[in-house]
């Protein structure tokens, strides 16, 4: 088998929903092993929703994480906090997409991330930049539609 273009880049997903799970999807169909980090009460939130078979992981799922591994880690407690470091010390790319601010309460700010691993790419996948009127707010596709003028009434 011929190795594929992203072959050993090590990648840290996490994200949750849709467009940050569909981004590091693509990276792992071009061969990076990519680790989904799950918070450890319930994981991703879409692993129950939409669940059509009782017990499984729902379909919208695994759609998005298929090619992946996934660990489930508490980063608000020392011990979490310690394997994330691990992780980024290791890792070639990590991708988050939490609201503004998530990723510095949880202890794990540019400038430490940097620290542990100046040469980690860093991607963030928001609906808004800091300049835009919705910098503070989560990018829900309501937030995203509205303002394009073409709010959904399904939502």
């Known amino acids: 088998m011929t190795d594929l273009p992203l072959s050993g880049i090590k990648v840290i ?9 569909a981004c590091t999807q693509m ?5 990076a092993d990519v ?8 994981g991703d939130v879409t ?13 919208y799922f695994t ?7 996934s660990l489930a880690i508490n980063t608000k407690a020392p011990e979490g906090l310690e ?3 691990k992780l980024i010390r290791g890792a070639d790319v990590l991708v988050e997409n939490f609201a503004p601010g998530a990723m510095d309460r949880m202890g794990l700010s540019w400038d430490k991330i940097q620290e542990w691993n100046p040469r980690l790419i860093f991607g963030s996948v928001k609906g ?12 829900t596709r309501t937030w995203r539609s509205a ?9």
Do not use: H, Y
């Not at 990276?27 to 061969?31: E, M, N, Q």
């Not at 680790?35 to 319930?42: A, D, F, H, W």
């Not at 692993?47 to 379909?59: K, M, S, V, Y």
């Not at 303002?147 to 939502?155: E, I, V, Y």
């Open 47 to 59: 692993r129950n929703q939409l669940r059509d078979i009782p017990d499984l992981d729902a379909l």
């Open 27 to 31: 990276l792992a169909w071009f061969g």
């Open 147 to 155: 303002p394009a003028g073409r709010p959904s009434l399904c939502d």
């Open 63 to 69: 759609m998005l994480n298929s090619n992946k591994r």
């Open 13 to 21: 997903d996490f994200t949750g929903v849709q467009a940050g799970p």
């Open 35 to 42: 680790l989904k980090v799950e918070r450890t009460s319930g």
């Open 83 to 85: 394997v994330m470091e």
């Open 128 to 139: 808004f930049n800091e300049d835009s009127p919705g910098p503070t707010s989560r990018s």
